[in-house]
């Protein structure tokens, strides 16, 4: 069965700070992996799209770095902000078209002034 | 701009009621989702539907069904609705194939007393 998972499930920072959260997936074959952004109480929005070829992607602040033959995808915030305080979804498409994708359960990211 | 919008923020029923919790997307996408979002669990895909009239079980469809009458509107209705079925519930929808970008609405937290 298709999996993903995200560490940690919940990170404190102060304002400032660097992070960086972790992805591990089992979807297989690969298609696409997203890293989505989720305020409170608002719909997730995507931040970032990686294929198997890529191998880092950046948005402003946040950095997606992807490594297809581990499996393993992580986002870096640099110089957090507050506005930073929210859930970071990772979802990966499996290849095929007709294919669902895989939520992991987020990293809920709180930043501290 | 992309918009995808739910008919209700906030949501009261009665268990055993009838509820219809309806979505409205203006970007003529085809595939379009209902997902409930639990706390540490994450997103869990209910139902989706590729096209007018047409729908697919996701992972947890028990308890739901949907109706897919126009191109820009997709519903999640709960025949006999249970207090397990509190939850909040994102509409989300996306261009063919499913691997693209979903754009999702802000969320209905239903609560059943």
């Known amino acids: 069965k298709n999996q993903v998972e995200q560490s940690p499930q919940s990170l404190i920072i102060l304002e400032g700070k660097n992070c960086t959260l972790q992805c591990n997936y089992t979807v297989s074959p690969f298609s696409n992996l997203r890293w989505y952004k989720q305020d409170t109480g608002r719909g997730p929005v995507s931040l970032t799209i990686m294929t198997f070829s890529e191998n880092t992607k950046s948005n402003g602040r946040y950095t997606a770095t992807l490594d297809a033959d581990t499996k393993q995808s992580s986002l870096h915030i640099t110089a957090s902000q507050l506005s930073d305080s929210a859930s970071y979804i990772c979802v990966v498409s499996p290849s095929g078209g007709s294919y669902i994708p895989t939520f992991g359960r987020g990293t809920s990211l709180i930043v501290h002034p | 701009d992309v918009k995808v919008t739910q008919s209700s923020r906030y949501l009261v029923k009665r268990t055993g009621e009838k509820v219809f919790l309806e979505c409205v997307q203006d970007m003529d996408h085809e595939n379009m989702f209902w997902y409930r979002q639990d706390p540490g669990l994450g997103l869990r895909l209910i139902y989706f539907s590729y096209d007018v009239k047409m729908k697919e079980k996701g992972d947890i469809p028990e308890g739901y069904s949907v109706s897919r009458e126009k191109k820009e509107r997709f519903s999640l209705i709960l025949e006999s609705a249970s207090t397990n079925q509190t939850s909040m519930y994102l509409c989300?929808?996306?261009?063919?194939?499913?691997?693209?970008?979903?754009?999702f609405g802000p969320g209905t937290r239903l609560t059943v007393l």
């Open positions: 989300a929808s996306s261009l063919i194939p499913t691997d693209n970008e979903q754009f």
